[in-house]
C-alpha cells in the first residue's frame, strides 16, 4: 500500500530556501504511470498546486511559483524533494506529497508537514 | 487568467441531496479537465472523492456521485450524514502538466 511521508525543517527565516522530502513506500517512484506532486494549503486557505515529476525527468511547475521551485527525485532512496527559494510569511503551509496517475486526478496524499516561515 | 470557481459555502439537512459545483471563470468543464473532488475535515490531509469526472475513488460510498452539469462539473451527496460536513475541493487539469484547485466550498450538515 502506497506510503507518503513528508518530511522537512518545520521552520524556516524570510529570504532562505526551504527543502522538503518525501519518502515513498509501497510503490517504486520508477513508475511510469505515475507522477510525483507537491500541493500546499496556508493556514485557513485553500489547495494550491505547486509542482510535479516523473521519474524520467519531465518537470511541471505552477507559473506563480516557477522562478522560485525546484522539484527533483531521487530513484535510488524512492523519494523526491521540493526546494523552495527565497521564502516569505505567505509561503507558510502545510506542504502535501501526493501521487497522481498519468490522465488522471487521482491524487495519493501524504499527510502533510507544516512549514513556517518566521524570523 | 482563467480561475476554478466553487461556492463558497453551502448547507444541507442530514438526509437530503446537496450538488456543489467546480466551474471555470472563462470556458466550460469538460471531461478533458480530469475534474476531480477532495473532502477534507479539519486538521486532515485531503481525501480523494471523485476522480476525473466521475470514478468513486476506493473506499468511498456511492452516495458521493461526480458529473457534467451544464458548463460545469458537479459533485452530488445524496442522502448527507453529519460526516460529511468538511471542505470540498474540487481540481482541473489545464493542459502542458498544469493543475488549477478551485477555492473549496465549506459544507454545513444541519
Known amino acids: 500500500q502506497l506510503q507518503l511521508q513528508e518530511s522537512g525543517p518545520g521552520l524556516v527565516k524570510p529570504s532562505e530556501t526551504l527543502s522538503l522530502t518525501c519518502a515513498v513506500s509501497?510503490?517504486?517512484?520508477?513508475?511510469?504511470?505515475?507522477?510525483w506532486d507537491w500541493i500546499r494549503q496556508p493556514p485557513g486557505k485553500g489547495l494550491e498546486w505547486i509542482a510535479t515529476i516523473h521519474y524520467s525527468g519531465p518537470t511541471y511547475y505552477n507559473p506563480s511559483l516557477r522562478s522560485r521551485v525546484i522539484i527533483s527525485v531521487d530513484t535510488s532512496k524512492n523519494q523526491f524533494s521540493l526546494r523552495l527559494s527565497s521564502v516569505t510569511a505567505a509561503d507558510t503551509a502545510v506542504y502535501y506529497c501526493?501521487?497522481?496517475?498519468?490522465?488522471?486526478?487521482?491524487?495519493?496524499w501524504g499527510q502533510g508537514t507544516l512549514l513556517t516561515v518566521s524570523s | 487568467q482563467t480561475v476554478v470557481t466553487q461556492e463558497p459555502s453551502f448547507s444541507v439537512s442530514p438526509g437530503g441531496t446537496v450538488t456543489l459545483t467546480c466551474g471555470l471563470t472563462?470556458?466550460?468543464?469538460?471531461?478533458?479537465?480530469?475534474p476531480s473532488w477532495y473532502q477534507q475535515t479539519p486538521g486532515q490531509a485531503p481525501r480523494t472523492l471523485i476522480y476525473n469526472t466521475n470514478i468513486l475513488s476506493s473506499g468511498v460510498p456511492d452516495r458521493f456521485s461526480g458529473s457534467i452539469l451544464g458548463n460545469k462539473v458537479a459533485l452530488t451527496i445524496t442522502g448527507a450524514q453529519a460526516d460529511d460536513e468538511s471542505d470540498y475541493y474540487c481540481?482541473?487539469?489545464?493542459?502542458?502538466?498544469?493543475?488549477?484547485f478551485g477555492g473549496g466550498t465549506r459544507l454545513t450538515v444541519l
Open positions: 509501497g510503490a517504486s517512484i520508477s513508475s511510469d504511470v505515475h507522477y
Open positions: 472563462s470556458g466550460s468543464v469538460s471531461n478533458s479537465h480530469c
Open positions: 481540481v482541473l487539469y489545464m493542459g502542458s502538466g498544469l493543475w488549477v
Open positions: 501526493t501521487r497522481h496517475t498519468r490522465d488522471s486526478g487521482d491524487f495519493s
